[in-house]
């Protein structure tokens, strides 16, 4: 059971106006995670629903995007996902093994392949392998000092003046050189470096082991490097070439080689390797790195050709679980993520802070009235579900007033199909070319469907068929219905006239006497009709509604859509009491003047929502007082 959070906000003006949140990616990689603190849940289709193609796709309330800048966004599908490869050691035989001339760090397990002698359909099984590896030492120029005095715990003399000891350098290693070397473990950083009197002195933070002058130690000073993108090697290797992978201690993944210059570091010839990111700290002295240019294996024989352009594309770039988003491609950092809602999902929640979700009041309910030592000692969630639901229903049909409307066309058929949370209708009405609204009204004792039409017998009797069902045929009261001119029943123009010269033309009006003189309001209006067919599930309408935009309301209960159905918070204490009610009112052993009692604070409680909800104003109380002061001339 989740926590209520006591109607806190959690929302930020971004998610709530623009229905959006946004992420910095600080560290780059694959299989990163973005949860969601938005207020409504995420929600996905099925099947490959980050594919714009899929029919999943269509049932998200989201789309997830990409941005280097966080002012160019793109959107992270599929065919946004697309990476590439340049085919190397071609041999024309097919095989499953291909060659790529530079590492692609986003070329993922899982993606298709596409491109020259390649298969349809063509999946990428596994990426790079290790026998094409190589492998180099890193160099870290170190400076030695012997200690000569100790001054104090951490600050000492060396024997000699090293100008090159600066604060921050690491202490690594201590010994009598190699191969006495003893690692220093945890390493401590210089916190002073001074020139006195021919010697350098420094101070050390943290300082473990005892220093004496007469073992006069040597020390290894290392430099501290954080946030380099170079590397330097023990040696020069012409075979490390850019676009290669780089791996080990420190290196973000996705590393590649940009280049390989021959440079002389302390009069030897060493590799100093530029890297695409940076390194999270500096490399240890004598540290390996692996260097790796890529190889596929795919899961069917491809004959591909040296130098193709091989396309890769990721099926399902991201997924989406319990509102966390995991990214299966690599994102750089430095770049942007970002969760969008969509339109239709953006407006409902617009305005949505004046309800409270079903499940809320239902945790609510259980945190703050049951227990021990509480208004009720215990019960089952599935019995609170139970009658937080049934209250719902209840408040539903006179204090909620939870009317729905759907603006629909009227075909051909003069049928509409009743709303699947339907239960009762509350006005139909037709729209003009103003959009304002003219009410339909029901059929009442015009016409109704019937809900059965017998085939019958010369006696009158039912027809059965074969299976002792009985025989059903066409309606002839909805056939003469829907042939019917309503102008003929309203005592309107016949025609389509205008004339006002022919208001007394018998040829214009057609009987229409009794209906001009002691009019009834049912028929006398040109707005129309409509019935319900309960056989058949449809408002049906009369033919001058054809082709006209109606806006059906209706009432629904509030439980179609499970106990994610929200409620006014105005109801909020209302439904409470409803519940407490309905608890106390089945439970043995609760005396009965306490279920009168809080019987008598639901139906007080339910005034109150009913007032509240009335939404009465002040304003529009004077505006209506006002006119009624006003003079008819």
């Keep these: 059971m989740s926590t209520p959070n006591g109607g806190l906000i959690n929302e930020t003006n971004a998610q709530y106006y623009a229905g959006s949140q946004q992420f910095y990616i600080s560290t780059g990689g694959s299989n990163k995670t973005f949860t969601s603190t938005f207020d409504t849940n995420l929600i996905v289709g099925d099947e490959a629903y980050s594919d714009p193609g899929s029919n999943g796709y269509n049932l998200n309330n989201f789309k997830v995007f990409t941005s280097p800048n966080a002012n160019t966004w793109t959107e992270l599908t599929p065919i946004n996902s697309v990476e590439t490869g340049v085919v190397e050691n071609a041999t024309g035989i097919p095989s499953v093994k291909i060659d790529l001339v530079a590492f692609n760090s986003d070329i993922q397990v899982g993606m298709t392949v596409s491109g020259v002698g390649i298969i349809s359909g063509t999946k990428v099984l596994s990426i790079v392998d290790p026998t094409n590896t190589i492998t180099g030492n890193a160099y870290i120029p170190s400076v030695n000092g012997n200690v000569g005095v100790r001054l104090s715990s951490s600050t000492f003399q060396l024997t000699t003046f090293v100008p090159t000891i600066q604060v921050g350098d690491v202490i690594t290693y201590i010994g009598a050189g190699t191969p006495g070397w003893t690692v220093y473990d945890p390493p401590s950083s210089v916190t002073l470096a001074i020139p006195i009197a021919g010697v350098t002195e420094f101070s050390l933070s943290p300082f473990q082991p005892t220093f004496s002058a007469a073992t006069t130690p040597l020390l290894r000073f290392e430099p501290t490097l954080t946030g380099t993108n170079t590397l330097t090697l023990t040696a020069y290797n012409n075979t490390i070439v850019a676009g290669m992978r780089v791996s080990g201690t420190y290196i973000p993944d996705g590393t590649v ?46 004959t591909v050709v040296n130098g193709s352009v091989l396309t890769f594309t990721s099926v399902t770039p991201w997924s989406m679980i319990n509102n966390v988003i995991t990214v299966g491609v690599i994102l750089a950092a430095g770049t942007y993520f970002k969760i969008q809602m ?18 809320d009041v239902i945790d609510n309910f259980m945190i703050g009235y049951i227990g021990a030592g509480k208004l009720i000692t215990s019960a089952k969630r599935t019995d609170i579900i139970f009658h937080a639901k049934r209250g719902l229903q209840e408040f539903s049909y ?67 068929d074969s299976n002792a069902i009985n025989t059903e045929v066409p309606s002839e009261i909805n056939a003469a219905w829907e042939a019917t001119n309503p102008r003929r029943i309203s005592g ?22 009794g209906q001009r003189y002691g009019l009834e309001p049912q028929t006398s209006q040109k707005n129309g009709w409509f019935k319900i067919d309960e056989s058949k599930g449809t408002f049906n309408f009369s033919s001058n509604l054809r082709s006209k935009i109606v806006l059906v309301e209706y009432i629904s209960d509030g439980n179609a859509y499970d106990i994610n159905a929200r409620i006014p918070k105005l109801a909020e204490e209302a439904l409470y009491a409803y519940i407490i009610y309905a608890i106390l009112s089945v439970s043995r052993g609760i005396q009965e003047y306490i279920v009168r009692r809080f019987q008598k604070e639901k139906s007080a409680k339910l005034r109150n929502a009913k007032i509240r909800l009335s939404n009465l104003k002040l304003d529009q109380i004077i505006q209506v007082m006002r006119g009624k002061s006003k003079w008819i001339k």
């Design 257 to 302: 080689v940009v280049s390989n210059v021959d440079t002389l570091v302390d009069a030897v010839q060493r590799s100093v390797i530029t890297l695409n990111r940076v390194m999270t700290r500096r490399p240890d002295n004598n540290a390996v790195y692996s260097f790796d240019q890529q190889e596929l294996t795919v899961d069917q024989n491809a």
């Design 342 to 359: 969509n339109d239709a999902t953006l407006n409902q929640m617009h305005g949505s802070y004046e309800y409270t979700r079903l499940s």
């Design 398 to 464: 006179d204090t909620l007033k939870s009317v729905r409307s759907q603006e629909l066309q009227v075909p051909s058929t003069l049928s509409l199909i009743i709303p699947q949370d339907y239960v009762n209708y509350v006005k139909l009405s037709w729209a003009d070319e103003l959009g304002v609204l003219h009410t339909i009204y029901p059929t009442n004792n015009l016409n109704q469907s019937p809900y059965e039409v017998l085939a019958q017998d010369d006696t009158g009797a039912p027809i059965q």
């Design 492 to 513: 309107a123009f016949i025609n389509d006239l205008n004339n006002s010269n022919a208001v007394f033309d018998h040829s214009v009006y057609d009987g229409a006497l």
